[in-house]
């Protein structure tokens, strides 16, 4: 009636109109009382609703961490896309409490997605820590005569080895004769023509011409040599062709990334059936390095229990290349190789190391085989468990260790000890790699 006073003794419209009127008044009398009581309850706390997620922190590395702002003095960025999507993550990263690693470290564990939803296991790595970075920066510059920090893109790129390269359709010995790197020791046009071809870091690989090279490829190529090969063997001999090296999924400034393994040296305490497995495979897989259909004699010049790792499956790679040194069977060592003076400059002491590895021409066919029994396969093989066995496998390892015998002694050495060994794997899943297939096959 307070809202229709007056109404009733109106026409009959008029009271057609006080019901609407009526009815608009209780419906926002209603609406009032809910927005009241929804207010009340939202104010009341909740026992049984669940809290609100956290809010996931949003990361910046910066172009530090990465080493981006040091390029093109630095690996490249095929997987910088990777790094921001979030498709390559540190371990912590899928712990409750994200955070960056720390910098002084010089590898990090990782994983890896190319669907964001299966993740494999990966090792971001840096060619040099982050400490002996800096010292080579500073190197750089005062080779230039200039305070640090300086321009180092600059002060490489007027150099003379760069800018020989710079103008050429081709990577020749001479513009990485005097580094440091074993792998360049003594290169074929063979060997630098297949870097070439397999460089990934840049598009439209493939071809030993440069033409599809930019200046700053060409600085990012030199530049990796020059401070670590690891990045440039596992792309050229890919573990996709059967070459022992873990796969390389690509770069970020001065971080690479590839497929992780667990060192051997974890294995000193495992089982003799284990240990004899990774024996077995360090040998053949040594061998093949040694004699392979493509002429390429790989050797170790120098060897560690960190140096080898296993895959998931039980399978063993040569996880760090860097200390590899490659001879081309096929075009030989060049005549006067022995006469030539090493080239130096900034860039022959990059990797904090001015020391050369020995000529190749030096390089004994079973210098390998003599590294790995000498100074990994003693550790890994005993005990033996077996005094009988343990004798035998001794023998055979003393022989191989012995760098003063000719290379046919240790060579046989390693063939009796890899017959020793054979038998003595063990056949089951744990060994996935050759797992069904050794329990059907004499081969294994």
């Not at 910088?80 to 994200?98: A, D, G, Q, V």
């Not at 063997?233 to 996709?240: D, E, R, S, Y």
Request: hydrophobic share 35%; charged share 20%.
């Amino acid at each position: 009636m307070l809202l229709c006073g007056g109404c009733v003794s109106g026409a009959m419209h008029l009271t057609v109109v006080c019901e609407v009127k009526r009815l608009c008044g209780a419906m926002w009398l209603l609406w009032v009382l809910g927005m009241f009581s929804w207010s009340s309850l939202a104010a009341t706390p909740s026992h049984t609703t669940a809290p609100p997620a956290q809010k996931r922190q949003q990361y910046s590395f910066g172009r530090s961490f990465l080493g981006l702002d040091k390029c093109n003095a630095c690996i490249g960025t095929s997987s910088c896309k990777k790094f921001f999507k979030e498709e390559i993550r540190f371990e912590r990263w899928l712990s409750p409490r994200l955070q960056l690693p720390p910098t002084f470290k010089k590898s990090y564990p990782g994983n890896y997605t190319d669907d964001s939803e299966s993740w494999r296991p990966v090792i971001i790595s840096r060619l040099l820590s982050h400490h002996k970075h800096e010292v080579s920066d500073k190197r750089i510059c005062s080779s230039a005569t200039q305070r640090h920090p300086c321009s180092i893109e600059g002060v490489l790129r007027k150099t003379e080895r760069f800018q020989s390269l710079a103008h050429s359709s081709l990577l020749t010995p001479p513009m990485v004769q005097g580094l440091s790197s074993p792998l360049l020791r003594c290169p074929s046009q063979r060997l630098l023509d297949r870097i070439v071809r397999r460089y990934a870091e840049v598009t439209d690989a493939g071809s030993v011409q440069m033409k599809h090279f930019a200046e700053r490829d060409k600085l990012r190529l030199l530049y990796t040599l020059s401070v670590n090969q690891q990045p440039i063997m596992l792309q050229i001999f890919p573990g996709a062709e059967g070459w022992p090296f873990p796969k390389y999924y690509g770069s970020c400034g001065r971080l690479m990334v590839s497929a992780s393994t667990k060192p051997i040296k974890e294995f000193y305490g495992s089982s003799l059936e284990t240990r004899a497995d990774i024996a077995f495979q360090l040998l053949q897989i040594t061998q093949s390095l040694r004699t392979n259909s493509l002429h390429f004699f790989l050797y170790y010049t120098t060897v560690s229990g960190s140096m080898f790792g296993t895959f998931e499956d039980g399978r063993l790679f040569v996880t760090d290349a860097s200390t590899i040194g490659v001879i081309d069977k096929q075009e030989g060592i060049p005549a006067d190789d022995k006469q030539k003076p090493d080239l130096t400059d900034v860039f022959s002491c990059l990797s904090l190391s001015c020391r050369r590895p020995p000529p190749c021409w030096t390089v004994r066919e079973s210098q390998s085989l003599n590294l790995i029994c000498r100074d990994i396969l003693p550790q890994l093989l005993m005990p033996a468990r077996d005094e009988a066995v343990e004798k035998a496998i001794g023998r055979q390892l003393q022989v191989c260790g012995d760098g003063m015998l000719p290379d046919n002694r240790i060579i046989d050495a390693a063939n009796a000890l890899m017959s020793l060994l054979k038998p003595m794997r063990p056949c089951n899943q744990h060994f996935n790699y050759r797992y069904p297939e050794c329990r059907y096959s004499q081969e294994f």
